[in-house]
């Protein structure tokens, strides 16, 4: 934890002892009464807080604003819904490399019931943005959704974005020099849309939406790379294109 994020409302309420932050900051970082550490709100602006008083019970802290993390480049991921426990990892890592908006998507060959998981109804999914973006220490999480089918979630996206999707099996070149990356992202400004399917890959109907919406079919290799795997590779050849 690079980053203890907390909500603005928790300032104004001593933060229970049993909090991981709390246990984070009294046991990791070893702070006393009087010391400080490097803290953020939630979508928010940095800052230091301080540690007021420690009790049994709880801690009390003061929290000083910084300034605001410095603007992200737009990217947008449509993710083939996978199983939950790779979503988890998903939403962990995608937030710490700065993806803006991640759309988990149903696909021609995701599981509907992926949908129904308590990380999902039950708010989970939060934390795991939440532990992203502290170990990038940022406090921005990405805008979440998880309802959309892939067609829906096509209507929705920006005109103006550059788009390409992995593809294993059809993709005529390697996302490398994907001329989205090529011509397009060097500059690093521009938005991107990334689209990347399920555990068992898009079908053909998939395909066929993403190429009639403009999606470039680009690969990252011949060897077959797990979801989270080809997210990281690939968000991480944007990111440096």
């Known amino acids: 934890m690079n980053l203890v994020l907390f909500e603005p409302s928790e300032l104004t309420t001593p933060l229970p002892r049993t909090d991981p932050r709390a246990l984070h900051i009294l046991n990791i970082l070893r702070r006393a009464e009087g010391d400080t550490f490097d803290a953020g709100l939630v979508n928010g602006p940095l800052g230091k807080a301080t540690v007021a008083s420690i009790t049994p019970e709880a801690l009390t802290l003061t929290f000083v604003r910084g300034a605001s993390p410095s ?23 995608a937030t710490t490399l700065g993806a803006t908006t991640i759309h988990f998507i149903a696909t021609e060959r995701s599981d509907p019931n992926y949908a129904t998981s308590t990380l999902w109804t039950t708010g989970e999914w939060r934390r795991h943005c939440l532990t992203g973006a502290a170990q990038a220490f940022d406090t921005r999480i990405p805008e979440i959704t998880w309802t959309h089918t892939l067609v829906e979630a096509l209507k929705s996206l920006p005109a103006s974005a550059n788009r390409f999707a992995l593809d294993n099996y059809e993709a005529t070149q390697p996302l490398k020099i994907c001329h989205v990356i090529r011509d397009k992202l060097s500059e690093n400004v521009a938005e991107v849309i990334m689209g990347i399917g399920p555990e068992r890959g898009w079908g053909a109907f998939d395909r066929e939406a993403l190429r009639n919406a403009g999606f470039v079919l680009s690969h990252l290799g011949p060897r077959i790379l797990r979801v989270e795997t080809a997210l990281a ?7 440096l294109g």
């Open 233 to 239: 590779a690939a968000l991480a050849i944007v990111r």
């Open 71 to 93: 603007p992200l480049p737009a990217t947008t991921l449509l993710i083939g819904l996978p199983r939950p426990q790779t979503a988890r990892d998903i939403l962990r890592d």
